[in-house]
């Protein structure tokens, strides 16, 4: 699959997929009018690759500053299906990405990351 | 309202910390703008980083609230498209030491039971309750389609340190005026 790279908006996070090398990373802020019609498509074609990788190592950093509740939905579902990737014998790697005195951005990258028992996580603290 | 009045309304809001305040039709191009000027007053006034944080999250929530629920609405044709306008009033200020952000719009007055007994339920819950039911929300695993269960007033209230209000005003036979406030 081509590389997809979006570069980021007022509204919507710069997004590198690079499915040759298995980097994917979500970067900026994220509160799109359409959610759907932003993350449907990017969605649709990460699960496809995600779902035909075998013993694999893949990378996912999130490095967002900003996101809304509609968006939360997405990356809880970004984080099933990297769980679920990792349960088939991939190597899954997920960073998140906070600014060091964001309590609250830390917060949500260890709830989200709860459900993760195959994948890895790594918190990172960002210096300004 | 007369010319010399709107001093007097200008007087009013400043006597009541209004920083930002907007009625009309919400759109997203008006969320955009607003929350540039919102940003910025941020920085200008040297808030803290984590306040600032919380209240843009409470006026994106709030904003997409009325753009995606009011029931004051008109929809005209733009070429082949059929768009959607969406009426609400918007205000962020400070009142003493503490921030708000406060919206209100029309829904319709089948949805207030609902609605009421969701923000009531919300509002009784610690930290850790409403943490875990964000979670269940946005995994899917509460009922979809309903107006006061939407993940943005759960947010909201997880967002508004210092606790957030809301209230019901009927306005005809279909229409109830719904106001939200979250202080942080």
Redesign the interface.
């Known amino acids: 699959m081509e590389t997809i790279s979006l570069q980021r908006t007022e509204r919507t996070p710069n997004v590198l997929f690079n499915f040759a090398t298995n980097c994917f990373s979500l970067t900026g802020e994220s509160y799109p009018e359409d959610v759907s019609e932003f993350y449907g498509s990017l969605m649709a074609k990460l699960k496809e690759h995600l779902g035909l990788l075998r013993k694999a190592e893949l990378q996912f950093d999130f490095s967002l500053v900003y996101f809304n509740s509609s968006t939360a939905k997405v990356i809880m579902r970004l984080f099933e299906l990297l769980e679920q990737t990792a349960q088939r014998g991939n190597q899954v790697l997920v960073n998140w990405h906070y600014d060091e005195d964001d309590d609250n951005m830390r917060e949500m990258g260890e709830d989200f990351s709860e459900d993760l028992k195959a994948a890895r996580f790594n918190l990172v603290s960002r210096t300004e | 309202m007369r010319a010399n009045e709107l001093l007097l309304f200008r007087e009013k809001l400043a006597e009541h910390g209004v920083m930002v305040c907007y009625n009309g039709y919400m759109t997203?191009d008006v969320l955009?703008g607003i929350?540039?000027t919102i940003k910025h007053q941020m920085m200008v006034r040297n808030t803290d980083?984590?306040v600032a944080?919380?209240v843009?999250?409470l006026f994106?929530?709030q904003v997409?609230n009325v753009i995606r629920y009011s029931a004051e609405k008109e929809t005209s044709c733009q070429g082949s498209t059929d768009i959607t306008m969406r009426t609400g009033l918007l205000m962020v200020g400070k009142e003493a030491d503490r921030y708000f952000v406060a919206c209100g719009n029309m829904v319709e007055k089948k949805d207030v039971a609902t609605l009421r007994s969701n923000l009531v339920h919300i509002q009784g819950l610690d930290k850790e309750g409403l943490?875990a039911l964000?979670?269940k929300t946005?995994?899917?695993e509460t009922p979809a389609g309903s107006l006061g269960a939407?993940?943005?007033f759960?947010?909201i209230a997880r967002?508004a340190t210092r606790g957030f209000e809301f209230d019901f005003s009927d306005v005809d036979d279909l229409r109830t005026h719904f106001s939200i406030k979250a202080y942080i």
């Open positions: 997203e955009t929350a540039a980083k984590n944080r919380g843009f999250s994106v929530e997409q943490k964000f979670k946005i995994k899917g939407g993940v943005g759960i947010d967002k």
